[in-house]
């Protein structure tokens, strides 16, 4: 079992709100750990968005918008990243990670699809 | 702005080496631990390696340990990750990241390891 899972894709509509989880492997308690959010779009690199332990542990990242937040689900045991007023230039891939045992683990990265 | 220039990449065979460069700008590279991070084509992130500050800590995911080797010269503000005993499951965009997750990325540089 992997140690982080994220659904493989999402669809949503422009101006709807869209929660990406991030859902961590049984026996690895998400409250320990600082979510990490990245969004990439087609032929560039990652962007740090936010990251997220606590309503007063988190961090946006430069420029990224407040539409843009963190949260957790403690009975799923997942990392959310939430998204208001979705716009066409949301489209992408975004990807959760974590600090584990000295290591980057990084999920599997869901495609959020604007239409 | 935070610049990190990858470079090395290319085509190898099987079995065969190379060494990627990162040049690092307009930050104090010395003060901050820096990574490798790398992407197969049309698949998600991984971590490959990571280097504290003064190069006094190495860490490496176990699909790479004993065959690559991070290392920095403060002088040069440059990143390198040396890699030996190639195979096509190395196949990737190799991205240089600044920090410990929360920072930014290069472009990337491709290498493809094929016959």
């Known amino acids: 079992q992997a140690v982080l899972t994220q659904p493989s894709s999402l669809s949503a509509s422009p101006g709807a709100s869209a929660s990406l989880t991030c859902t961590l492997r049984?026996?690895?308690?998400?409250?320990?750990?600082?979510v990490y959010w990245f969004q990439q779009k087609p032929g560039s690199p990652p962007h740090f968005l936010l990251k997220?332990?606590?309503?007063?542990?988190?961090?946006?990242g430069s420029g990224v918008p407040s539409r843009f937040s963190g949260s957790k689900d403690f009975s799923a045991n997942a990392g959310i990243l939430y998204i208001s007023g979705l716009q066409s230039e949301d489209e992408a891939d975004y990807h959760c990670?974590?600090?584990?045992?000295?290591?980057?683990?990084f999920g599997g990265g869901t495609k959020l699809t604007v239409l | 702005e935070v610049q990190l220039v990858e470079s090395g990449g290319g085509l190898v065979q099987p079995g065969g080496s190379l060494r990627l460069s990162c040049a690092a700008s307009?930050?104090?590279?010395?003060?901050?631990?820096m990574a490798w991070v790398r992407q197969a084509p049309g698949k998600g992130l991984q971590w490959v390696s990571s280097?504290?500050?003064?190069?006094?800590?190495?860490f490496y995911a176990d699909s790479v340990k004993g065959r690559f080797t991070i290392s920095r010269d403060n002088a040069k503000n440059s990143l390198y990750l040396q890699m030996n005993s190639l195979t096509s499951d190395d196949t990737a965009m190799y991205y240089c990241?600044?920090?410990?997750?929360?920072?930014?990325w290069g472009q990337g540089t491709l290498v493809i390891v094929s016959s």
């Open positions: 990241v600044k920090g410990y997750g929360s920072g930014s």
């Open positions: 307009e930050f104090a590279f010395s003060s901050y631990a």
């Open positions: 280097i504290t500050s003064t190069g006094s800590s190495t």
């Open positions: 049984s026996g690895i308690n998400v409250a320990m750990y600082t």
């Open positions: 997220y332990k606590s309503d007063s542990d988190n961090q946006q």
């Open positions: 990670m974590i600090w584990h045992s000295n290591t980057w683990v």
